[in-house]
């Protein structure tokens, strides 16, 4: 009776800190050692767009000067089994060189997600973060706060992410851009 029935995706409202929840982030700063090198974690993936595998497995070998003259970071998808590049954005740089005088051949320290994510619950209690803060919700913001929001083509943001098809992109923060849309035209209708 089922060989003709398709399950359908049920699709979760995409979370991801707005602008002023990331600035707030940024800008808070921690007293234990530990936590704020979550924060510090977090906000590299806010932007560079790193799942958690990705974020542990890095290596300073993965970070390399391209033909722009500019840092970037070459990362293996294990999810899409695919590598894609993404640009080492000022804030990202700045936080792997606070990290960088370690001996480790790793950028950062290495965790369990769980362990990670415990961590930012706390983070998020002191920042005001209403929602439950996760790693993944670093990876949104790259794609919609830090990318979507600053005009960056929905084309574009799928490959930073290393999505291995467009669709996944569009499915997952079309409502995103309609929010975008929304902003620019009440400020086209206040200002005119």
């Not at 009776?1 to 600035?23: D, G, I, N, T």
């Not at 499915?171 to 400020?187: D, F, P, T, W």
Request: proline share 3%; charged share 30%.
């Amino acid at each position: 009776p089922f060989m003709l029935y398709k399950a359908k995706r049920v699709r979760k409202e995409v979370l991801f800190l707005s602008p002023e929840q990331l600035k707030k982030l940024e800008e808070t700063s921690f007293k234990i050692k530990r936590i704020q090198q979550i924060k510090d974690m977090f906000v590299f993936c806010c932007y560079t767009g790193l799942g958690f595998k990705e974020m542990v497995n890095l290596k300073k070998q993965n970070i390399t000067t391209e033909f722009d003259g500019e840092l970037w970071l070459n990362i293996y998808r294990n999810k899409t089994t695919r590598s894609y590049k993404v640009p080492l954005l000022p804030k990202a740089k700045e936080i792997k060189d606070m990290y960088d005088d370690e001996a480790s051949e790793y950028v950062f320290s290495r965790m369990s997600n769980t362990k990670f994510n415990a961590y930012l619950k706390e983070i998020a209690d002191v920042v005001g973060v209403e929602f439950n803060l996760t790693h993944h919700i670093a990876r949104k913001t790259f794609a919609s706060t830090v990318l979507l929001f600053n005009n960056v083509p929905m084309e574009v943001v799928s490959r930073l992410l290393g999505h291995s098809k467009m669709q996944t992109t569009q499915e997952s923060y079309g409502k995103v851009v309609e929010k975008r849309i929304s902003l620019e035209i009440r400020r086209l209708k206040g200002s005119g």
